[in-house]
């Protein structure tokens, strides 16, 4: 239950955080909740939850020996399981029974009144297996304990799973019951065509994707983008963001013809006569330097050299 | 080796050279020496201008930095005369100092005030020592004046 709440995020409280003042949050929870629902007992904390196969032992589909309780003796299957509190469900356990308000009734269900099952723990039951006999008649044993031996990859579940065995006994191994088939959805890559390669690009460079369809691609290593991380402008976001424009004034227009006027009057290029002009003054003046410090320094200063240096830098 | 003017124009360094396309020296162009209007023919680039239309004063185009850049450039160049009069007309180097008027502090330095008022100080005390008799013979009477020329008749002398 706990794992639940602090799972549900920022909106719900989380118990474990609460230190010695959570009994009294678990009550007021407790008292929320329908009365059939009252186990009365804390869940787990979440350290101590069973998390994988491995973990609970058993899973749904296996067939148990009940060793305790009313129905004492008879071999039924589990269920479901209640994480909170690392307890089973099973098919034919014990029952209670629970009234349930109207609004919460199952489709076929017809009186207030249900049998809702009993969570057990794990030492209320014993795992039933069948075996086969050399004489080849075969008969069902319920394991004391179980332990693991070896590993092996199982396809139904896709993961490495444990061997297992029942203790003393280790010969005599108990198959993990097989999970539910998945049914493919209709928009599911059939299983056979999911490792066919549909789409050859043609070029490194250019890319046949249309852009438009650019921000429909995901990129398989960003995780998922939050909500107002758009990256679309919506039509209606584009005309808020456009401010409208202002037509201009009288006063910028003539700034506007001002500017132009002042660009358009610019020398761009220097006449010949000035270019003769400016450069007999400076033949003569360098024609007249003794000091050959000067000499260097202005040859260094000069334009056509400074040119020359950068070129050669690049 | 004798440079072609146009080699010479070359050797001046970039600036020098787009400041001369865009303004022609003096023979081609003249420039005005006092602020004028900004749209003027011969507005000056180094002076504050006003907008005829709103009669608002304008930076110089080429601010008091780049035209104190642009004449030292030219100086080593020997060209610093063919640019348009400088702002508050400027100098520089040599002649920065050779013009520069002699300050009045120089000539006349102000002085202490005890220097200033040394001789006035001086000549109120000697007018005061002069006077002392006449004042302690008006506090006293007659009887210290009579002593005092008694104390003048008999007044020991070499002869």
Known sequence: ?314 | MSLTPQQAFKKLPQTLQNFFTRYPPAPFKKYATEPTLTSAEDANPFLYNRHPVTQKVQDPIYSMRRQSDLFKLAYKFGVADLLPALNNDKKFFQEKYDTKPTLRGVTSPKGHKWERTFTKRKTRIADALDKVDDILIEARGTKYKKRLERREKEKRTWY
């Open chain 1, 1 to 314: 239950m706990s794992s639940k709440v602090a799972k549900a995020g920022r909106y719900a409280a989380n118990f474990e955080r609460l230190g010695y003042r959570a009994s009294a949050f678990q009550n007021m929870f407790q008292k929320g909740q329908l009365p059939f629902l009252r186990d009365g007992r804390e869940p787990l904390p979440e350290a101590k939850q069973n998390q994988t196969m491995e973990d609970w032992k058993f899973v749904v589909g296996d067939r148990v020996l009940l060793t305790s309780g009313p129905n004492k003796g008879t071999v039924t299957s589990i269920l479901s399981l209640q994480k909170s509190n690392n307890s089973y469900f099973l098919e034919h356990g014990q029952t209670k029974k629970a009234s349930i308000p109207f609004l919460l009734w199952e489709r076929q269900q017809e009186s207030y009144l249900v049998d809702y099952p009993v969570p057990v723990t794990a030492d209320s039951f014993k795992l039933v297996t069948t075996i086969k006999e050399e004489d080849g008649t075969e008969r069902d044993v319920a394991a004391d304990d179980i332990v693991y031996r070896g590993k092996y990859y199982d396809s139904d579940y896709n993961k490495m799973l444990p061997y297992r065995c029942i203790k003393n006994h280790e010969h005599i191994i108990i198959p993990w019951p097989r999970p539910d088939p998945i049914t493919d959805d209709g928009l599911c890559t059939p299983q056979e065509t999911v490792l066919e390669r549909t789409f050859f690009p043609d070029s490194l460079v250019s890319c046949d994707v249309s852009k438009e369809a650019y921000l429909s691609l995901r990129d398989p290593l960003a995780k998922r983008p939050y909500k107002w991380d758009r990256k679309v402008i919506t039509k209606s976001d584009l005309k808020r963001l456009t401010p409208p424009k202002m037509p201009f004034s009288e006063t910028k227009k003539a700034f506007f013809k001002e500017r132009a006027d002042i660009r358009a009057k610019q020398i761009k290029e220097i006449s010949p006569e000035v270019e003769e002009f400016i450069g007999k003054k400076v033949a003569d003046y360098f024609s007249k330097i003794q000091d050959p410090d000067m000499r260097y320094y202005l040859s260094k200063m000069a334009g056509d050299q400074k040119k020359k240096g950068k070129k050669s830098d690049n």
